[in-house]
């Protein structure tokens, strides 16, 4: 009896398109089905557990903890301080009370990290310690983004200026729906944020928050 043979094919070439490849580095781990794998891993590791101490819920969120990335709320920091070295002050992002030092300021996620780990320029921006304290973890409510709109598009457009690649490529990935910034890209992108922030409150169940 003969055996069958198979020859492989050559190996080919592909390429993406660069904001593609973006998309696949910000949501790469969810299409591949890590989230998936961490879970069932979660799973296992909390029924082989005979004590009862190891959770599923602890395991996921061992597993699934993500570190800030420094370097990326440096590289804001270092933006919001040039700006501070050419004004002499910035605005809290959320108060609208001055921030008269470098020192003085935090930066905070509109997004917070723990939620909708993200951090782009577009989700970093400055507010007083003391505010920051006190938004933690929570989501922005959609009327004090409203509020506060002239400020953070105004901190958006401050950002662009100052890192216009990087700005423009994060958020068109993650408020434009990778369509490139054109005119009027502050009010669309603002929108989107709205959404977000509407879809985390509204349907996920995080609380809303205002200072």
Known sequence: ????????????????????????????????????????????????????????????????????????????????????????????????KAIHSPEAMHIDHVLPFAVWKNNDLWNLLPALGSINAKKRDHIPDPALLESRRDCIIGYWDLLHDHAPRPFEREIAVSLLGLETPGNNWQDRAFDHLIEKCAYLIHVRGYAAWTP
């Open 1 to 96: 009896m003969g055996h069958a043979s198979f020859t492989s094919p050559p190996p080919g070439r592909f390429s993406l398109s660069r904001d593609l490849c973006t998309v696949f580095e910000h949501f790469g781990g969810f299409i591949s089905g890590e989230e998936c794998l961490l879970k069932k891993w979660a799973e296992f590791t909390a029924a082989a557990d005979r004590t009862g101490t190891v959770t599923e819920e602890c395991m996921l969120s061992l597993l699934t903890r993500t570190p800030t990335t420094e370097r990326a709320v440096a590289d804001a920091r270092n933006i919001y301080q040039s700006i501070f070295a050419e004004e002499g002050t910035l605005a809290c992002v959320w108060s609208g």
